[in-house]
């Protein structure tokens, strides 16, 4: 089961964003402390599987307070979002990034609790989140975020957009700004298109009341594809996660999933 939710490949790249933790007993004896592996699949099966932590099968090894206990701590130091940006290096390097047309959009979901939440007027005013992403041509996530479900995606272009780490390339420079990017009629700002244009990103935005809502479909439906694969790790269905910070860790480890599933697909 370990081996299954945590390949070789995706454990090597892990190791480089997590160093090894050693924790020694003065007194000996004990029990035999958890790996990172171990624990890492743990929290895999948990974010895949959509079960609660006190749910989680003994199978695994660590109990869960000590599954939940890590997780807490690497969410903390960002390493989920560390991983994704690993893994995108290593597709960029192997030019499996497409950068011509950039996409961007979000997806609300119902929070039971917690920050970053709010009346989602498209819930009848439910509480809720909403997760923000930016992906390249193919669908792959470049940078995310999360944001209560009142508020506004226009708001969310300009962090998005920031956000996106320097990706290595197969040659020259790393790269972070795409050529262009594609959004629906909610950015449709012209603060926002002349934002763009100082960065030299050029932009294809909707435009209320002139444009069909389906007008930019042959290039967005990729970044709507995208949010359908965030929902097949099961725990994204809904927020339970008290903490933003533990929220956005599943999103990022979603991401990284996906992007490593590339990376594994072109070896």
């Known amino acids: 089961m370990v081996e299954r939710l945590v390949p070789d490949e995706?454990?090597?790249?892990?190791?480089?964003?997590?160093?090894?933790?050693?924790?020694?007993?003065?007194?000996?004896?004990?029990?035999?402390?958890?790996?990172?592996?171990?624990?890492?699949?743990?929290?895999i099966f948990v974010a895949t599987s959509g079960c609660t932590w006190r749910q989680l099968p003994p199978v695994f090894g660590p109990a869960w307070p000590t599954v939940y206990r890590r997780f807490a701590q690497w969410s903390q130091d960002?390493?989920?979002?560390?991983?994704?940006?690993?893994?995108?290096?290593?597709?960029?390097?192997?030019?499996?990034?497409?950068?011509?047309?950039?996409?961007?959009?979000?997806?609300?979901?119902?929070?039971?609790?917690?920050?970053?939440?709010?009346?989602?007027p498209t819930d009848r005013g439910k509480k809720g989140s909403k997760i923000h992403l930016i992906t390249d041509r193919n669908g792959l996530p470049l940078s995310l975020g999360i944001s209560g479900a009142n508020m506004h995606d226009s708001l969310g272009l300009k962090p998005l957009v920031q956000g996106i780490p320097p990706i290595r390339s197969p040659r020259g420079p790393r790269r972070r700004r795409p050529a262009k990017l594609h959004a629906d009629k909610e950015y449709d700002y012209d603060h926002l298109r002349r934002w763009l244009s100082q960065r030299g990103i050029r932009h294809r935005i909707a435009r209320r009341g002139i444009e069909p809502s389906t007008h930019l479909g042959r290039h967005r439906w990729v970044v709507e594809r995208t949010v359908s694969w965030l929902?097949?790790?099961?725990?994204?269905?809904?927020?339970?996660?008290?903490?933003?910070?533990?929220?956005?860790?599943?999103?990022g480890l979603a991401a990284a999933l996906i992007v490593f599933r590339r990376l594994t697909s072109t070896d």
Do not use: M
Not at 31 to 39: I, N, W
């Open 10 to 43: 995706l454990w090597l790249l892990f190791r480089r964003v997590v160093p090894p933790t050693v924790v020694t007993r003065p007194q000996g004896g004990g029990r035999r402390r958890a790996s990172d592996r171990e624990t890492l699949a743990a929290i």
């Open 231 to 251: 929902a097949g790790c099961r725990r994204l269905h809904r927020r339970y996660e008290r903490k933003a910070e533990h929220f956005l860790a599943f999103v």
């Open 78 to 120: 960002r390493v989920w979002a560390r991983l994704h940006r690993v893994v995108l290096d290593e597709l960029g390097a192997l030019g499996e990034l497409d950068w011509s047309r950039c996409a961007i959009d979000s997806v609300s979901l119902r929070a039971a609790k917690g920050l970053l939440t709010g009346p989602n």
